[in-house]
């Protein structure tokens, strides 16, 4: 036997083969593996991270608050929706039996037949009689239709059903083979369709019901209510419907009464600390007839006026309310954001307070002037103190305060001021003036820096701040009391005309003026500064006029009031328009502690102080620096008085007081004859009448010289000692009065200025 090769190879079992990686393939296959567990760990983080982002989202938890509610109230929810759907299986059944027996208009013939109007009564039956014959006829014509129908269909159904029963389909022709097609699959979407519907239709008819009986007023609060605290403070629109329906507005009246239902352009929605909602008003009904009667809205609301703000929306016939949650408004609003650290640029604004809607408002500062007011002890000072030291955290920012009495509130601020007066004598007034007249010269001054800016920028840019050799930087000037400026009897109308022109113009320059009063009446604030300043703060006031005075004309018919605002239980709580986009601000103002053993306006001062030294800047002064008490010019009002008589033996007031104006402008300018009457009488003079005017003799002007000598003499010599301040005389004078001394002189009573005249 002859062997057989065979031609072959071994083959490798590959499949139990282990590859053998070389070092560096390792170490890449390594660095692999650890990226991609990287990659799934970061995923898996930001996966975590955004699902616990909206896991405590307010949305989240709102849908968890009202998921849970329900679950709890489940029975409850049931038993009120089998209630409604039988209600409304009722109230179908009564409309129908009203509309098959003409129920409405058999009441009507009834209420004619008892009232004796014959005329009514007969339109009614005759209506009645009308409508039956009508049905009849309608009822006529529906059923010779049908026959119609049935007679033109039934003929053409028994056709084709002969015509299918005897013919094959393939030997049809083919449009009528296509018929058959049509109908076959008509009636087996039919046969489909039918049993769905029919087993919709007792849901439908649930669900009809259940929409039918449920209550007729708007709003479905409890089917989204959560459980909550202050389940008290819930407004819905059925809520805010009712209230509306119950103030007593004639033309609202009729609307429901007519079966009228109000139209919410935004529902009752959360906002903040309270519900907003928006309502288009009907016919013949403005915003300003709800405005006006706001505390019975409130009261209907179960609220108290100042948590209830009904005010003019775009439109006049579009309302605008916002209700304040129960007693969110009681609370103050916390410690100021910088009281601690931080800093402020002013073109982005200063934390003022909180708005009703709990929001932290940034107030502005460059483009705007200040108006603030209110009774004693409101929260004026603190408000403008709070303003003030936000201005203080800018290093860039220039301050000067003048206060118009005597009190302490902003002597902390010394170290940072550029200016700072503080007393009630005219020292204080004049350096106020003067302050003024500087700040219109720094106003020029800018105007014309600006224009020589590449592109002519309009108004001052926090870029254009920052450098200081162009000194824009922010200049805020701060007036408490102003009313004490703007009433001086002798410079206050030139302070007055002086801010007006600052306010109308300053605000694109970076100057700043904020103002401050406690009384806000058209004699104490010139009209053109309530007219032209940007930001009113209304405080505690006491009338209408007060609450125009700070916010605006016709603020008060618009349901903007400071008026409702309680003395001392609302301390701190303002009405404030122009410091945000809205039209007015509830604001709950932040208060920096400064009385008896409390003082965190002076660290929040050397603050500021260090914030300027890191940024290597000094005081900003954008004239000449004046701190502490003003040192104005030494004026001898005497010894003028004593130049502009001259060797006259008298001579006119009026021409005294002209005189004194050409001899010293600056200082007798705007002068009245009551502050010439009252210089007068500061040394012994008394004007007297001459002829039918009043005269000042210049034998007067003479004894008071010599009296001022006189004492000036013995007051040096011997200083203020109790013996030295006269002699009596030994006699009685020898003349006797005139036996006319004693009438009066004709003429008007209550004459401000007749003894200088």
Not at 7 to 35: N, W, Y
Not at 253 to 278: M, P
Not at 590 to 619: C, H, K, Q, W
Not at 693 to 710: K, Q
Request: contains cysteine; charged residues 25%.
């Amino acid at each position: 036997m002859e062997r057989k090769v065979f031609d072959a190879e071994f083959a490798e079992d590959r499949s139990h083969t282990t590859t053998v990686l070389s070092p560096h393939q390792r170490v890449r296959a390594g660095v692999a593996a650890g990226v991609l567990a990287g990659l799934v760990g970061f995923v898996g983080r930001l996966v975590a991270r955004y699902a616990r982002r909206v896991w405590d989202s307010p949305t989240s938890q709102r849908v968890r608050a009202v998921t849970a509610y329900r679950a709890r109230k489940a029975p409850t929810d049931v038993a009120r929706l089998v209630w409604f759907v039988l209600r409304g299986n009722w109230r179908w059944l009564v409309k129908f039996w009203s509309w098959a027996t003409y129920a409405d208009l058999r009441a009507d013939a009834r209420r004619a037949r008892l009232a004796g109007d014959a005329q009514t009564r007969r339109t009614a039956q005759e209506l009645i009689r009308s409508d039956a014959t009508a049905r009849w006829a309608k009822a006529g014509i529906v059923v010779r239709r049908l026959v119609i129908t049935a007679r033109i269909i039934g003929p053409v159904a028994v056709l084709l059903w002969a015509v299918n029963s005897w013919m094959v389909r393939a030997a049809m022709w083919p449009w009528l083979a296509g018929l058959y097609a049509a109908l076959d699959t008509a009636w087996s979407m039919l046969v489909v369709v039918a049993p769905a519907v029919l087993s919709a239709l007792p849901v439908v008819w649930v669900v009809a019901a259940a929409f039918e009986g449920r209550d007729k007023t708007p709003g479905a609060g409890w089917l989204v209510r959560p459980d909550r605290d202050d389940a008290d403070s819930w407004i819905d629109e059925r809520m805010i419907s009712k209230a509306l329906a119950h103030l007593g507005i004639s033309p609202l009246d009729r609307f429901y009464k007519d079966g009228g239902e109000l139209v919410y352009t935004v529902a009752a929605r959360k906002d903040g600390d309270g519900t907003f909602a928006q309502i288009r008003l009907p016919m013949g009904v403005t915003a300003d007839m709800v405005a006006a009667r706001r505390s019975k809205l409130a009261a209907n609301l179960g609220r108290a006026s100042l948590e209830t703000w009904p005010t003019k929306g775009d439109e006049d016939g579009i309302l605008d309310l916002w209700v304040a949650d129960k007693g969110v408004l009681r609370g103050g609003a916390g410690e100021w954001p910088l009281v601690h650290d931080g800093q402020v640029d002013l073109f982005e604004g200063v934390p003022f307070g909180l708005s009703q809607r709990g929001l932290v408002i940034n107030a502005p500062l460059i483009g705007v002037n200040w108006l603030i007011g209110g009774r004693p002890g409101q929260g004026k000072s603190a408000a403008l103190r709070t303003l003030l030291l936000g201005a203080a955290l800018d290093p860039t920012a220039e301050l000067w305060v003048f206060v118009m009495g005597q009190s302490p509130d902003f002597d902390p601020f010394a170290p940072r001021l550029a200016r700072y007066h503080m007393g009630m004598d005219d020292s204080v007034a004049e350096a106020a003036t003067r302050a003024l007249e500087d700040l219109l010269s720094e106003m020029e001054r800018r105007g014309k820096v600006l224009g020589e800016q590449p592109g002519r920028p309009p108004k001052v840019s926090r870029k254009l701040a920052d450098r200081r050799a162009l000194g824009l930087h922010p200049l805020v000037c701060g007036i408490d009391e102003c009313h004490e400026l703007f009433q001086h009897p002798r410079l206050g109308k030139k302070a007055a005309e002086l801010a007006v022109r600052l306010i109308k113009r300053g605000r694109k320059y970076g100057i700043v003026l904020l103002l401050a009063t406690q009384s806000p009446t058209k004699d104490s604030i010139p009209r053109e500064v309530t007219r032209n300043i940007s930001c009113g703060v209304a405080f505690s006031v006491a009338d209408q006029v007060a609450n125009d005075g700070l916010l605006g004309s016709g603020k008060y018919a618009a349901g903007i009031r400071a008026t409702e605002l309680r003395i001392n239980t609302d301390r701190g709580t303002c009405v404030a328009v122009g410091i945000t986009d809205e039209t007015f601000e509830l604001v709950r103002t932040f208060y920096v502690p400064l009385e008896d053993g409390a003082d965190e306006v002076s660290p929040v001062i050397a603050r500021a102080m260090a914030l300027i030294d890191d940024a290597g800047r000094t005081i900003a002064s954008s004239a000449r620096l004046e701190i502490g008490p003003a040192a104005p010019a030494e004026v001898d009002e005497l010894a003028d008085l004593a130049a502009v008589v001259g060797r006259e033996d008298r001579v006119r007031t009026q021409q005294v007081l002209a005189r004194l104006v050409e001899h010293n402008p600056d200082h007798y300018s705007g002068w009245s004859f009551a502050a010439l009457a009252s210089m007068l009488a500061d040394h012994g003079i008394t004007a007297r009448k001459s002829h039918g005017v009043m005269t000042v003799h210049a034998a007067d002007v003479t004894a008071a010289l010599a009296r001022r000598d006189t004492a000036e003499t013995h007051g040096d010599a011997a200083g203020e000692q109790s013996g030295t301040r006269g002699v009596l005389p030994t006699t009685s004078p020898a003349e006797t009065p005139r036996a006319d001394q004693g009438k009066h002189d004709s003429g008007r009573w209550g004459d401000a200025d007749q003894g200088t005249r």
